[in-house]
């Protein structure tokens, strides 16, 4: 765990729960992503260290607290820069959003946990800022707000949540998504990536990764499917969760509720939009149902 694999000349992937990506340009090391809390910072500062190399700045595919969880750390050490895109930072800014947002209201004590909330760190706007020469950035909209990937200059693409490993889709099934629309658009276009290697987040890096882009999306329609068929008799929103809990097995609690939850919502976002379920209101609820 917490291994530097070289993945390209001057690029280096961190094995880890949530695996970040490190360039080494002229002016130090870039790191993407900086894991989930201040031990994640305090591995990859002693990862740094031993080889000699110093943090130029941190980059956030997005602000999950997974992925953004060692900024404090390593900024308040090394003095570094943040930065991400827009409707990232502001949650970057202000953690609490995070799970204000999952839950929708004021989250409880119980919701406010390292697993959802990170430490506030201080984000710049990744446009315009001076990024090594050659490192691209691309939008990878759907897992989250503003959500981004990098590609180095060694042909090393950084793939952040836009996708789930097998073990992982086998494990737990429904994959936190917020616009399943622009998740599913994504799906295609990281099929058209030309690419020396990927790096998602949450699965082992590849040379190929069209095949682990349709096994997400084969599981993205099979829940569409299942929340449709579910929608046969009306249902509210908090039924339609449970029957999918219900369906795959899982277990509920405070954090698995707000995100299959929050997810189950955007799925039948999706299905409205495209025609297939209809909202309504009876005895001052709100009912989904098949049309």
């Given at each position: 765990?917490?291994?530097?694999?070289?993945?390209?000349?001057?690029?280096?992937?961190?094995?880890?729960?949530?695996?970040?990506?490190?360039?080494?340009?002229?002016?130090?090391?870039?790191?993407?992503?900086?894991?989930?809390?201040?031990?994640?910072?305090?591995?990859?500062?002693?990862?740094?260290?031993?080889?000699?190399?110093?943090?130029?700045g941190?980059?956030?595919?997005?602000?999950?607290?997974?992925?953004?969880?060692?900024?404090?750390?390593?900024?308040?050490?090394?003095?570094?820069?943040?930065?991400?895109?827009?409707?990232?930072?502001?949650?970057?800014?202000?953690?609490?959003?995070?799970?204000?947002?999952l839950?929708?209201?004021?989250?409880?004590k119980?919701?406010?946990?390292?697993?959802?909330?990170?430490?506030?760190?201080?984000?710049?706007?990744?446009?315009?800022?001076?990024?090594?020469?050659?490192?691209?950035?691309?939008?990878?909209?759907?897992?989250?707000?503003?959500m981004?990937?990098?590609?180095?200059?060694?042909?090393?693409?950084?793939?952040?949540?836009?996708?789930?490993?097998?073990?992982?889709?086998?494990?737990?099934?429904?994959?936190?998504?917020?616009?399943?629309?622009?998740?599913?658009?994504?799906?295609?276009?990281?099929?058209t990536?030309e690419?020396?290697?990927?790096?998602?987040?949450?699965?082992?890096?590849?040379?190929?990764?069209?095949?682990?882009?349709?096994?997400?999306?084969?599981?993205?329609?099979?829940?569409?499917?299942?929340?449709?068929?579910?929608?046969?008799?009306?249902?509210?929103?908090?039924?339609?969760?449970?029957?999918?809990?219900?369906?795959?097995?899982?277990?509920?609690?405070?954090?698995?509720?707000?995100?299959?939850?929050?997810?189950?919502?955007?799925?039948?976002?999706?299905?409205?939009?495209?025609?297939?379920?209809?909202?309504?209101?009876?005895?001052?609820?709100?009912?989904?149902?098949?049309?």
């Amino acid at each position: 765990m917490y291994e530097l694999i070289r993945a390209g000349e001057r690029t280096w992937y961190i094995d880890c729960p949530a695996k970040m990506g490190l360039f080494l340009a002229e002016d130090g090391a870039w790191l993407i992503d900086s894991g989930n809390d201040k031990d994640a910072g305090r591995r990859v500062r002693k990862l740094l260290d031993a080889n000699g190399w110093t943090l130029a700045g941190i980059l956030n595919t997005h602000s999950n607290a997974d992925h953004i969880g060692g900024n404090r750390f390593l900024q308040d050490r090394y003095h570094c820069p943040v930065y991400s895109t827009p409707a990232e930072n502001a949650l970057i800014r202000a953690p609490r959003l995070e799970p204000s947002f999952l839950y929708g209201g004021y989250p409880c004590k119980a919701l406010c946990n390292k697993f959802l909330t990170a430490q506030e760190s201080e984000p710049s706007p990744i446009e315009g800022a001076p990024l090594p020469e050659g490192l691209e950035v691309f939008p990878l909209p759907g897992h989250f707000f503003g959500m981004v990937g990098f590609r180095t200059p060694d042909g090393v693409c950084f793939l952040a949540d836009c996708l789930s490993g097998e073990a992982v889709l086998e494990k737990y099934h429904v994959g936190f998504i917020y616009d399943v629309r622009a998740y599913l658009e994504t799906l295609d276009w990281v099929e058209t990536l030309e690419a020396k290697l990927f790096v998602p987040a949450h699965a082992p890096a590849a040379e190929d990764i069209r095949p682990l882009a349709a096994l997400n999306r084969a599981k993205v329609q099979e829940i569409a499917g299942r929340v449709l068929a579910i929608c046969a008799e009306p249902r509210t929103p908090d039924g339609v969760i449970r029957e999918v809990f219900s369906v795959y097995g899982l277990t509920m609690d405070f954090n698995q509720y707000v995100l299959v939850g929050s997810t189950v919502r955007s799925y039948l976002s999706y299905l409205c939009d495209e025609g297939l379920v209809a909202a309504r209101f009876e005895d001052n609820r709100l009912l989904w149902e098949r049309v």
